[in-house]
């Protein structure tokens, strides 16, 4: 389980390994159980990937920068601040407008195909109330 592996554990985002699947996107992800927390750093530049979730929700949260996200087929101007539901099923895709962009995404429940971003997990097993 998830959560037992975050009891007691304070982490920072720095403290959690980035993922660069493509040039231009860097993400790490926080998750327990229930929710999953992925945050992303997108370059200007980067390939855009429209795509779907079909069996779960999607919050937005931009942090920091300007972008368009595309919500099938709808523009919506996000800056820092800006939420938005991206909710199942619907095609999406964000495009950062004239600089980098921090954003958090929320997914309820946790995204299966980014498990493999909670492998730092695992290391430290046992350090209880370790901290950065």
């Known amino acids: 389980m998830l959560n037992e592996r975050l ?4 982490l920072t985002w720095d403290d959690i390994p980035a993922e660069s699947p493509r040039p231009g996107v860097r993400r790490r992800a926080y998750s327990t159980d229930q929710v999953m ?3 992303n750093e997108l370059q200007p530049d980067m390939q855009l990937r429209p795509h779907t979730h079909d069996d779960m929700d999607q919050l937005v949260c931009v942090l920091s920068g300007r972008a ?3 919500v099938d087929g709808v523009a919506h101007e996000m800056g820092p601040g800006s939420l938005l ?3 199942a099923r619907a095609e999406h895709y964000i495009q950062p407008l004239d600089g980098p962009v921090l954003n958090l995404d929320i997914f309820v429940p946790p ?5 493999h971003l909670l492998s730092y997990l695992d290391e430290g097993e046992g350090q209880e109330g370790a901290s950065p």
């Open 7 to 10: 009891y007691g554990r304070v």
């Open 68 to 70: 368009l996200l595309y």
């Open 37 to 39: 927390l992925v945050l």
């Open 111 to 115: 995204r299966r195909d980014y498990l």
């Open 85 to 87: 539901l991206v909710p």
